[in-house]
């Protein structure tokens, strides 16, 4: 059973700093490409950056040059290292293995003055 659990989120002052974490369970790891989806208040879900099984990232035009997704394979775990934050980078973010449908719970991030 796919099992992904975000945490990290938290209230930030603009131009802040979080890192998020998922930590997947469930499946092989290695395998998967892993991504970072968010979803603001009144608007759809949206994808934020993405890395393969081989550690290529891509990213959202929004997020290119403030946000790094990384994965530890043997933590089974992705981040996303979110900078110099903006308020609309404000959502609840989403962790996604390539390979199946589950979501998690999300976690919360809410940029603020």
């Known amino acids: 059973q796919v099992q992904l659990v975000e945490s990290g989120g938290g209230l930030v002052q603009p131009g802040g700093s979080l890192r998020l974490s998922c930590a997947a369970s469930g499946f092989i790891f290695t395998r998967y490409g892993m991504s970072w989806y968010r979803q603001a208040p009144g608007k759809e879900r949206e994808l934020v950056a993405t890395i393969t099984s081989g550690g290529n990232t891509n990213y959202a035009d929004s997020v290119k040059g403030r946000f790094t997704i990384l994965r530890d394979n043997a933590k089974r775990t992705v981040y996303l290292q979110m900078s110099s934050l903006k308020l609309e980078d404000t959502a609840v973010y989403y962790c996604?293995?390539?390979?199946?449908?589950?979501w998690g719970q999300g976690t919360q991030v809410t940029v603020s003055s």
């Open positions: 996604k293995c390539g390979g199946f449908a589950s």
